[in-house]
């Protein structure tokens, strides 16, 4: 699915008027049928209650329009408000001339704003992907009596205050929505943690957006979801045998943290990988070999930290990272491996932030490596952020810069390219925020990398498949009750969903 910006979704809508023939108030009509459908599925008129439509003088507002004449035709007890303003969208009045007798549009006054009962219903149809700057005087005080009220905000498109692409002022006044009903595609905005507190829930609805336009919108941001993904995991082959499914090598743990090791280990098994050798120090040895029997286990000298690299030619992927000691040897480790990997390398947890302690070692990184940085490793790496969106733009020019592929994990995992794409994941939940679930996600990658998939299709698919692995889990758990080791039992289920089937 893409993700367009707010200009582009105007000329989404301008392209499927012109490509199917119809008029805008026609698309407006459907816009705004497709949103009524989605509250009539959840909501009665009389699990409604009262239900209070705020419109402004946009198209925004004239679907707030089409969607007051359905409610209202759908039993509901609706009333319906306007902000005044000097001139109205063609489709606004249109739309207000078909409000049907018994429904007024009552204009909006700052000293006589309507009162709201704490759980009514209130559709916020202000301000949508039409807002070119924020909100103030009588919009603000709208919004703030909409915010301060108890009610059950559904926005319509967007919450109103909220630019759907780009960054704005700090204190800007924004609707506080449960949920956000959006046209087709999510925005940008809706996948940026500092904006859950004003959309809330989002919902897309389709709206037969021209499906050309999409394709060949220019722009370089996606929502990855199952059909994004088709056709990028092959079925395995009939007659494929183990050495058709690479060597991983993992190079994990330290005293105290070979669990990080084996949370890997066993997301690598369970990812398809032909073989796989482990790397832990010697302290790890029985634990490995007694909790993990499919994987060798190639125990280093050292006791409690891993201080010698391994002969590196049987294998067709490398990952590091996962409970490592930030020892001096483990270091030098490390930089020995940039140095002489020649097949590509998954980069996790403690190995990035070594990288970052020497610069120098940035630059040894092998063209289409795979690194997994949380935000705050991120940041370690490529400097700090102003906000969610300058956190994007340093993750485009470090992709870039570094030509490596960087999973910045988050409720919305994104994923940047060394071209410039940025790949927001779609699968996971909140339960995923627990110790050991970034280990799995490294053990996932370097299966997926040590099978020969190019480092995109990897990256893409290893993402989607641990968070789908995650909701799948969270069914059986719940997600408080969610560990990591408990992910790994379903990445196969996961990925099986995920394998193209065999043509007839
Ligand atoms: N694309 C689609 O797929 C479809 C889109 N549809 C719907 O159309 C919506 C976009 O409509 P839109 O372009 O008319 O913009 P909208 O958000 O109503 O606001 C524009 C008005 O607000 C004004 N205004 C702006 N900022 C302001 C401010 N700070 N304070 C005060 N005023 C401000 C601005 O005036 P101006 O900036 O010129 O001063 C103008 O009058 C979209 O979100 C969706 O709901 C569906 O109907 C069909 C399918
Ligand atoms: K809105």
Partial sequence: MRILSAAQTRQADQATIQEEGISSVALMERAATAFTQWLLARLSPTEAGDTLIFCGPG???????????????????????????????????????????????????????????????????????????????????????????????????MPSGLFADMPQPADSPIVRARHTVSFELPKLAFLLPQNAQYVGQWHTVPIGLSRQFQAQAEGKLYFVDATLLAGRL???????????????????????????????????????????????PAVGYDILQTAAPEAMALTDPASDFISELPELSPYSAIGIGPGLDKADETKLVLEQLLRETKVPLVVDAD???????????????????????????????????????????????????????????????????????????????????????????????????????????????????HGR??????????????IAGDLTRFIGPALQELTTPDAF
């Fill in 59 to 157: 198209n925004n507002g004239g679907d707030g329009l089409v969607i007051a004449r359905q409610l209202h035709l759908a039993g509901f007890v609706v009333q319906v408000f306007g902000l005044p303003a000097d001139t109205y969208s063609a489709d606004f009045e249109t739309n207000r001339q078909r409000l049907p007798a018994g429904l007024a549009l009552q204009t909006l006054a700052l000293d006589a704003l309507p009162p709201i009962a704490p759980g009514s219903l209130v559709v916020d149809a202000l301000f949508g992907t039409g807002l070119s700057r924020p909100l103030a005087g009588l919009a603000a005080a709208v919004v703030e009596h909409l915010n301060q009220a108890r009610a059950r905000i559904v926005a319509v498109d």
């Fill in 234 to 280: 092959p079925k395995r082959a009939q007659f494929g045998h183990k050495g058709t499914y690479g060597h991983a090598l993992l190079l994990a743990g330290s005293r105290g943290k070979i669990g990080a090791a084996l949370l890997a280990t066993q997301a690598c098994l369970r990812s398809g990988v032909g073989l796989l050798t482990v790397r832990t």
């Fill in 351 to 465: 190995a990035l932030n070594m990288l970052r302690a020497n610069p120098g070692l940035l630059q040894l990184l092998p063209p289409d490596s795979i690194l997994t940085p949380h935000p705050k490793e991120f940041e370690r790496l490529a400097g700090p952020a102003r906000d969610d969106y300058h956190r994007l733009e340093l993750l485009r020019e470090f992709c870039q810069q570094h030509r490596c592929y960087t999973v910045l994990k988050g409720a919305h995992t994104c994923l940047g390219t060394p071209t410039g794409e940025l790949y927001f994941n779609s699968t996971g939940n909140p339960g995923m925020a627990t110790g050991g679930s970034g280990d799995v996600l490294t053990g996932i990658l370097t299966a997926l990398r040590a099978q020969h998939l190019p480092p995109l299709d990897t990256a893409l698919l290893g993402v989607y498949a």
């Fill in 469 to 482: 692995a995650g909701d799948l889990a969270a069914r059986h758990t719940g997600e408080a009750g969610l």
